[in-house]
């Protein structure tokens, strides 16, 4: 199975930087994605990373480490429509290439 | 873009009663749909994987007999709660995968609330 963490909730100020972190363990990793979900809303898809490094795509950038099974991201230039839930997601070959999500961290964006 | 529908987005129903939930894939041909549940302040946790064309596949602890899963068509998928439970109230989400792709497209979601 696969076991991924990230903190719970996290908390900043408009235009400050956030970063999240996400562990996993897995036996087959095949992919992290890290989506966005505002309240009573479905998850969108923010970034995906299958080799080690750095994904920019604007405001946002995921990093990845299989070595250390571990992945951030990273929201700059926070805006108040920022404020959601991030969950990390892991995709498993072993596990028919399904994903795994995390528990999600509610980023709170303060004025 | 790849859209992903879900029809209805809320319901309510009494216990006892069964509820269809529709999952369409508007804009392509969605070999795979998969089907989540998430409870207040939790994550998705997938109940089912449904492939056109063939039986569903469900994870453990999940109620086929329960959770009816067609996939009728390529674009459309369908999930029935079967004789519905207050504890059934829950957002139910679909998501669609192109075959071949990685990425998952996920419909809005459908809140059931069971009274």
């Known amino acids: 199975g696969q076991n991924i963490d990230q903190p719970t909730e996290m908390t900043a100020t408009e235009g400050a930087i956030v970063q999240i972190n996400c562990t996993y363990q897995t036996s087959g990793f095949n992919g992290l994605f890290w989506y966005q979900q505002h309240a009573g809303e479905a998850p969108t898809f923010l970034s995906y990373n299958v080799l080690d490094g750095l994904e920019e795509k604007g405001r946002f950038s995921s990093f990845l480490s299989r070595s250390k099974g571990y992945s951030y991201l990273l929201l700059k230039e926070l805006q108040m429509k920022d404020s959601a839930s991030y969950l990390c997601a892991v995709r498993d070959w072993s596990n028919d290439y399904k994903l795994s999500f995390g528990a999600g961290t509610t980023v709170t964006v303060r004025a | 873009g790849a859209v992903v529908s879900q029809h209805p987005s809320r319901v309510i129903c009494k216990s006892g009663t069964s509820v269809k939930i529709e999952c369409r894939s508007l804009?392509?041909?969605?070999?795979?749909m998969f089907w989540y549940r998430q409870f207040p302040k939790q994550s998705l946790m997938l109940m089912a994987t449904s492939n056109e064309g063939s039986k569903a596949t469900y994870e453990q602890g999940v109620e086929k007999d329960k959770f009816l899963i067609n996939h009728a068509s390529l674009t459309l998928s369908t999930l029935t709660v079967t004789s519905a439970h207050p504890e059934d109230s829950s957002f139910y989400i679909c998501?669609?995968?192109?075959?071949?792709?990685?990425?998952?497209?996920f419909g809005p979601g459908t809140r059931l609330t069971v009274t």
């Open positions: 804009d392509f041909q969605a070999t795979t």
């Open positions: 998501s669609a995968r192109r075959d071949g792709a990685y990425e998952q497209y």
